[in-house]
């Protein structure tokens, strides 16, 4: 029992994301397969064609985080915590994205750039961290 509590007061969200990057990379590619058929077969006569420009620029950047997600499960727990900055960047970029063209409300794209940082945040992340991931060479 207070192993159980331990263990809840030692929640730390970027080990939590490092340690759920296959799921999440599994959840993302879902979505992002299944929010680009929407797209590509519900949404050509509903919305202008730049709008569905723009929701396959969502559907283009989930996807490109969920294969990193993937390709990052596999390295160092260093290294997987740039999980966290592309998931919470991927679901604010392209899910303001997909709430800009679906409900067509313009002030949604003001805070796609946010999402934008955090993606690029898990870049920088993984640059910094990659020395954890390659093996040393003596």
């Known amino acids: 029992m207070s192993s159980n509590i331990q263990q809840r007061s030692s929640f730390k969200p970027l080990a939590w994301f490092a340690n759920h990057s296959l799921e999440l990379a599994a959840i993302l590619g879902f979505l992002g397969v299944a929010f680009g058929a929407f797209g590509a077969h519900s949404l050509e006569n509903l919305v202008t064609p730049e709008r569905l420009d723009t929701f396959e620029v969502g559907v283009r950047y989930q996807m490109y985080h969920a294969l990193a997600l993937l390709a990052i499960s596999t390295l160092s727990q260093a290294c997987r915590k740039a999980a966290a900055f592309w998931v919470i960047g991927s ?43 390659l093996p040393t060479h003596t």
């Not at 679906?102 to 690029?120: R, Y």
């Open 91 to 133: 679901v604010i970029f392209s899910g303001s994205l997909y709430l800009l063209v679906l409900l067509d409300v313009p002030v949604l794209g003001a805070i796609t750039p946010i999402g934008g940082v955090f993606q690029l945040a898990g870049w920088v992340w993984l640059f910094v961290k990659a020395k954890d991931a």
